[in-house]
């Protein structure tokens, strides 16, 4: 689970959307700090950058880059200190920006906030290294025991809330070694680099730290964890809040955990800081100690600031990763003794789970946070260990749940036990069809889920409706709107989501959690499961394509700047990504023409300003930026606009791209050449042939995508060889140049070296944790490529790949419905593929189509998915219902839709596409003659 996308939640019932919409939102000022308010001071200029405020000084001039101050607060002093900050700038004439709210500051320093940015409260732009010295010495004497987190990307200023850090002042950007659009700054040379921002202090290599910093710079060196009575073996998990590790007693070789907590950072919903919950983690597993579900207490302690809690190691594994071990829905139709025995196992460790909680209860104490990832299952799956009782507090509290987990959080009525007794309900759907997250949007689904396993699963009667019962039971005189108000609600409770522009209230889940529902039964909607729950079933064409196409139109904002259709957070974490392919209003317009639906003039229209004028810093590449959009544009017969775009495409430097299809060089030559064809443009086809250059440079000169956080080689059609080797076919049927066949060869057997054959015969890609059999990173896009290749050269060895991914694609469950890391991915590739053998059959597409049913919502009475996460709806391309409609016309329309640049394949009698010689020589072609 990605938990960066719960703070996306807060500021739209349905769909993710960026937290300062809260704050921002026409009247929503009440919830702005004073300062946020006050008249821009005379000779003084304001922007707005995301959830920042900047005032900068007309007189003076910005440096590019340089040492600046960050100034960290803790919510109750945060006003205090930004009136202090803000005084100090003004009257000196420094620039500075402040996050403006009570709201965004708390979501920045949560417990799943990004690490590297948590604490960041107040940036201020000194002019050079002499002013930085004087400002940063006079904001530390003025702020003088003022408290605030450690902000760790930063160097801190004696023990105050006053940090530094050397990065980029302005604007800018580069691409990294892996092809990534980056923040950039100027090294040595002048050079563009990426201006790290990790959760660790570093100096760039060509800078020499001022001398005023030396005293800081040693302070920092003299905290070693070396004098700490435990020696480190790993990290297991971070956030915000601090790490959680497997260590050893130096003394004695004792295995325990130790959990870390940094004071006034983590934040819950409650305001609670990651020490203040170690503690009551202590005093709760104190208080439960001599239970053999619970882990002992064995020691705590102080390093520097930073508080550590040392506990017993538990042996086994979480309950999340016996899905991959035991769950017969992996399968493609899994026999009835198989769903016979799982069922047994799943009642025994359910009943093991409850016992559990009934000894914790027994106690006095609630859990508060019950879910797969916090339930330790024995190697002898003979007992059950509950881990992280950091939110765990007294039943005689009557609190209600703080930090949770989205597929196991209770609604806002519940207090108490009744807390737990909400996640052990959903635990026995989740044991079965582990989906529960949906109840985010809508806990009505639990019907329908209990439905769907109940026809799968032998479940003993009224195991599965006492579970639908508690999760959708109402409080004791209410109506079954009331715990769930609509969003124009007039008066807040604790059951609403945040009001628009206030701070998460004291006690409301914000943090882990969503805080939102869509209701449990609508006006009128009888109770029940699928047909009283679905407006649509996805394999009702074409009803079903209507009914996807009304809720995506039905939920487009065209007032916005920054996107026509709601999608994934991706539309946020760039320029212009609520406009790309990928993410936004240019993947949307391609499923609506591909599905056959009627246009959406005023989605074009702003995809058309858009293009005219991009925002700066919009990527170049096809999935997350302006070519897909160019491409998109010539599709729609929007022709002079693409040029246009495409123009300013190749005015830029490709050479730091990365070699990859979703937003590198491979994605961009094959839009400069599917460009070529439609307008004629030879300058084009010339640039794409660049582009293939450009993806075929060996290693050495062009690193291959790696995975931020691991480095290893990223795989498959979006960001490994798979999307080259598409590439390279796509430009041989140009071209007739054998050598980019053999490109391809190379490319797509590359990636094949990083997949596993699992024990049924799946080939799946192995990210070292796990394998993966997804359309955008795992093996079915290799797969698709491979079709195509094997139109042009018999290769044995991928007619056998070939075969063993299409039995990846024939699993029951999915986690998502999503085009590229769900089933509809599925769905497309099976309706594709010439690949033989069992599993290509019109029902086995037919039985993936009727699986997406069990991932269906419904947004104002039509058909639509949630997207990444399953924490919103979304109706994007790459993640939501746009894709699944994509995939749903290639499976069931009359004229079969497509993916960019994978056409439907010939049939078995017709010739393979060679479109003949209408381009430039290759020049692979020009280097063997």
Request: aromatic share 8%; with cysteine.
């Amino acid at each position: 689970m990605n938990k960066g996308y719960a703070v996306f939640c807060d500021a739209d019932r349905h769909f993710y959307d960026a937290p300062h919409r809260l704050v921002f939102a026409d009247g929503a000022g009440d919830s702005l700090y004073r300062a946020a308010t006050l008249p821009v001071p005379e000779g003084w200029t304001s922007h707005r950058t995301g959830d920042w405020l900047a005032l900068r000084p007309l007189s003076r001039t910005l440096p590019s880059q340089g040492w600046k101050i960050h100034v960290s607060a803790c919510l109750d002093n945060a006003e205090r200190v930004l009136d202090t900050v803000r005084e100090h700038c003004l009257r000196h004439e420094v620039a500075f920006k402040f996050v403006p709210s009570r709201y965004l500051l708390h979501q920045r320093n949560a417990k799943y906030a990004d690490r590297a940015a948590s604490g960041k409260f107040i940036t201020v732009y000194p002019a050079d290294d002499e002013q930085c010295e004087r400002v940063a010495t006079d904001l530390a004497r003025l702020l003088d025991g003022e408290p605030g987190p450690y902000i760790l990307s930063d160097l801190r200023w004696g023990k105050g809330p006053v940090h530094l850090r050397y990065g980029s002042f302005t604007r800018r950007h580069c691409y990294d070694e892996h092809g990534e659009l980056r923040p950039a700054m100027e090294d040595g040379s002048g050079t563009l680099v990426p201006d790290r921002r990790g959760p660790v202090f570093r100096v760039p290599d060509w800078v020499a730290p001022p001398p005023f910093l030396r005293p800081h710079l040693d302070a920092r060196a003299a905290v070693t964890v070396q004098e700490m009575p435990y020696e480190i073996v790993k990290a297991l998990h971070f956030s915000n809040g601090g790490g959680v590790y497997e260590a050893r007693h130096r003394a004695t070789g004792r295995r325990v955990v130790l959990k870390e907590a940094r004071p006034f950072a983590g934040l819950a919903a409650d305001e609670a800081d990651a020490v203040t919950r170690l503690h009551r983690e202590r005093a709760a597993l104190e208080r439960l100690s001599g239970l053999a579900c619970t882990p002992e207490v064995l020691d705590s302690f102080t390093v520097g600031d930073h508080h550590f809690l040392a506990l017993e190691f538990v042996e086994g594994r979480p309950l999340n990763t016996f899905f991959a071990r035991r769950h017969p829905l992996m399968e493609a139709e899994p026999e009835a003794e198989r769903l016979a025995e799982y069922t047994e196992w799943a009642l025994r460790i359910h009943g093991l789970v409850e016992r559990a909680v009934a000894e914790v209860h027994a106690r006095g104490i609630v859990f508060n946070d019950l879910h797969l990832f916090n339930i330790m299952v024995a190697e002898d799956e003979s007992s059950v260990v509950l881990l992280d009782f950091e939110a765990a507090q007294p039943a005689a509290e009557g609190g209600r749940q703080t930090v949770a987990n989205p597929a196991f959080v209770a609604p806002a009525d519940r207090r108490g036990f009744d807390v737990d007794r909400y996640a052990l309900a959903c635990l026995r759907i989740a044991l079965f069809v582990p989906l529960t997250s949906l109840f985010a949007v809508d806990r009505a689904k639990a019907a329908h889920l209990a439905e769907v396993a109940a026809a799968r699963f032998p479940v003993p009667p009224g195991f599965l409706d006492t579970a639908v019962m508690e999760i959708t039971r109402q409080p004791v005189g209410t109506s079954p709107r009331d715990s769930d108000p609509p969003r124009d609600s007039a008066s807040p409770r604790d059951s609403d989501p945040p009001r628009v522009g206030t701070p998460p209230r004291a006690g409301a889940p914000a943090v882990e959690n969503v805080t939102a529902s869509d209701g449990v039964t609508a006006p009128g909607r009888p109770p029940g499961g699928r047909a009283a729950f679905l407006p649509a079933e996805p394999g009702e064409w074409p009803h079903s394509r209507d009914s996807m196409v009304n809720a995506i139109l039905a939920s487009a904002t065209p007032d916005r700047e920054d996107r026509f259709f709601p999608g994934d957070i991706a539309q946020f974490a760039t320029a212009g990504g609520g406009m790309t392919v990928g993410y936004g209003t240019a993947g949307v317009l391609h499923a609506l023409r591909e599905s056959g639906a009627a246009r959406c003039p005023a989605a074009e229209e702003k995809l058309l300003r858009y293009a005219k004028q991009p925002e700066s810093g919009t990527p170049l590449g096809f999935y997350d930026g302006l070519t897909g959009i160019a491409w998109t544009l010539q599709g729609l017969g929007h022709t002079a606009s693409a040029l246009e775009l495409a123009e300013l495409v190749l005015a830029q430097d490709h050479d730091g791209l990365a070699p990859d299809l979703h937003g590198g060089t491979a994605g961009i030559g094959l839009a400069l050449d599917a460009l070529a064809t439609a307008t004629g443009e030879t300058g084009l086809h010339a640039a794409a042939l660049r582009c293939a250059e450009l993806t075929a440079r060996p290693p050495a000169a062009s690193t291959p995508a790696a995975e931020p956080t691991t480095g290893r080689v990223r795989t498959g059609l979006l960001h490994g060889a798979a999307g080259r080797a598409l590439l390279f076919v796509r430009l041989y049927e140009r071209t007739g140049d054998t050598a980019l066949l053999d490109l391809a060869a190379e490319a797509l057997h590359d990636d094949l070296t990083r997949c596993v054959r699992g024990v049924s015969g799946t080939l799946q890609v192995d990210e070292g944790w796990r394998t993966m059999p997804y359309l955008g990173a795992g093996s079915v896009g290799i797969g698709m490529v491979i079709d195509d290749f094997l139109l042009h050269r018999h290769d044995e060895a991928l007619v056998r790949a070939r075969r063993d991914i299409v039995q990846a694609a024939q699993a029951t469950f999915y986690a998502q419905p999503g085009l590229f890391r769900g089933v509809a991915g599925m769905v497309l590739h099976l309706a594709r593929t010439h690949a033989d053998g069992p599993g290509t059959a019109p029902e086995d597409v037919r039985r993936q189509v009727d699986c997406l049913t069990w991932h269906a919502m419904s947004y104002q009475g039509h058909l639509a998915f949630p997207g990444e996460q399953m924490m919103r709806l979304s109706m994007d391309l790459a993640t939501g219902t746009a894709g699944i409609l994509l995939a749903l016309s290639a499976a069931l329309g009359d004229r079969p839709a497509h993916l960019p640049f994978l056409p439907p394949l010939p049939r078995p009698h017709e010739p393979a596409p060679l479109r003949g010689r209408t381009a430039p020589p290759s020049p692979f072609e020009r280097k063997r003659s």
